[in-house]
């Protein structure tokens, strides 16, 4: 199986500034990368695939790059309600494996 | 509008079974796959199962292989997660999604979850 690490796993930032978290995989999963940002009490909601491709309505302060083994995802401008939790999963291979999670909280 | 809605979710005794069900719309649900993936109480998220479009393949996590079966209905736009020798630590919530693609792709939309609760 793949296994998916994110780092950190918690974050704390400001409302303004310019995150990055980090998604790396165990193999190459050539881009085959999504990203989903979940609020407490909620489902989670689709943001970004294939590694850096925007889902439909998700605004353009997420941005998503790598390809291989290392991604990232990149938030600009943190608005209040940016601050969730962020998962990365591959779905280069099965089982589709889902990172631990990375945790922002306002600082 | 895409949406899915699941149902079946409850309280379960240790050894029983279940049949969760997911209600979709909003898209032609034959064309495309689609997933489980499980969230227990205050930890992350866990991709169960998958089953692609029309009469597609299908795949289990190795947490439930054995124990689950993923299928669906396409004449009643159903997807359906039945699981048995259901364990404690099998209570989680589920939600079935949509990926974006027919045989497999990116989840692009999400139900609202059922929880199913483990315990005696």
């Known amino acids: 199986d793949i296994q998916m690490t994110q780092s950190p796993s918690s974050l704390s930032a400001s409302v303004g500034d310019r995150v990055t978290i980090t998604c790396r995989a165990s193999q190459g999963i050539n881009n085959y990368l999504a990203w989903f940002q979940q609020k407490p009490g909620k489902a989670p909601k689709s943001l970004i695939y294939a590694a850096s491709s925007l889902q439909s309505g998700v605004p353009l302060k997420f941005s998503g790059s790598g390809s291989g083994t290392d991604f990232t995802l990149t938030i600009s401008s943190l608005q209040p309600e940016d601050f969730a939790t962020y998962y990365c999963q591959q779905y280069y291979s099965y089982p589709f494996t889902f990172g631990q999670g990375t945790r922002l909280e306002i600082k | 509008e895409v949406q899915l809605v699941e149902s079946g979710g409850g309280l379960v005794q240790p050894g029983g079974s279940l049949r969760l069900s997911c209600g979709a719309s909003?898209?032609?649900?034959?064309?495309?796959?689609l997933s489980w993936v499980r969230q227990a109480p205050g930890k992350g998220l866990e991709w169960v199962s998958h089953i692609g479009g029309s009469v597609g393949s299908t795949y289990y996590a190795d947490s439930v292989k054995g124990r689950c079966t993923i299928s669906r209905d396409n004449s009643k736009n159903t997807l359906y997660l039945k699981i048995n020798s259901l364990r404690a630590e099998d209570t989680a919530v589920y939600y079935c999604?949509?990926?974006?693609?027919?045989?497999?792709?990116?989840?692009?939309?999400w139900g609202q979850g059922t929880l199913v609760t483990v315990s005696s």
């Open positions: 909003g898209f032609t649900f034959s064309s495309w796959a």
């Open positions: 999604a949509k990926e974006g693609g027919y045989n497999y792709g990116a989840i692009d939309s």
